[in-house]
Nanobody
Framework: QVTLVESGGGLVQPGGSLRLSCVHSGNILYIGLMGWYRQAPGKQREFVASIMSGLSTNYAESVKGRFTISRDNAKNTVYLQMNSLKPEDTAVYYC??????????WGQGTQVTVSS
C-alpha cells in the first residue's frame, strides 16, 4: 500500500512563511509527478504546484513567485515552500503523486491558516 502524509501546516500571519512536507511510503515503481493542491472551505480543490520526474515545475498563477515546490527522492519527500503568505492562501493543502501507470495517490491534508 502507498501512503502520503503531509505536515508543516499551521497558523501564520500575512507575509509569513511555511514549509510543507509530504512523505510517501510504500512501493511505487515510478513517480511521474508530485504535486500540491488546496481546498478552501466551500470551494473545490484547486491546483497549486507540481514537479515532474525531470524536475520541471508548474505553478498556479496565484502562487507564482511566492511558492516553490521541490523534491528529495532520497527522503521520499516533496516540499512546498510558501513565502509572502496571504489570507487567501488559507486552505487544506493536499499532496499527490501520479505514478508511471497514471494511478493517483492523495494524502489526507494539512491545514494552513493565514490570519492576523
Amino acid at each position: 500500500q502507498v501512503t502520503l502524509v503531509e505536515s508543516g501546516g499551521g497558523l501564520v500571519q500575512p507575509g509569513g512563511s511555511l514549509r510543507l512536507s509530504c512523505v510517501h511510503s510504500g512501493n511505487i515503481l515510478y513517480i511521474g509527478l508530485m504535486g500540491w493542491y488546496r481546498q478552501a472551505p466551500g470551494k473545490q480543490r484547486e491546483f497549486v504546484a507540481s514537479i515532474m520526474s525531470g524536475l520541471s515545475t508548474n505553478y498556479a498563477e496565484s502562487v507564482k513567485g511566492r511558492f516553490t515546490i521541490s523534491r528529495d527522492n532520497a527522503k521520499n519527500t516533496v516540499y512546498l515552500q510558501m513565502n509572502s503568505l496571504k489570507p487567501e492562501d488559507t486552505a487544506v493543502y493536499y499532496c499527490n503523486i501520479v505514478d508511471g501507470g497514471l494511478k493517483t495517490y492523495w494524502g489526507q491534508g494539512t491545514q494552513v491558516t493565514v490570519s492576523s
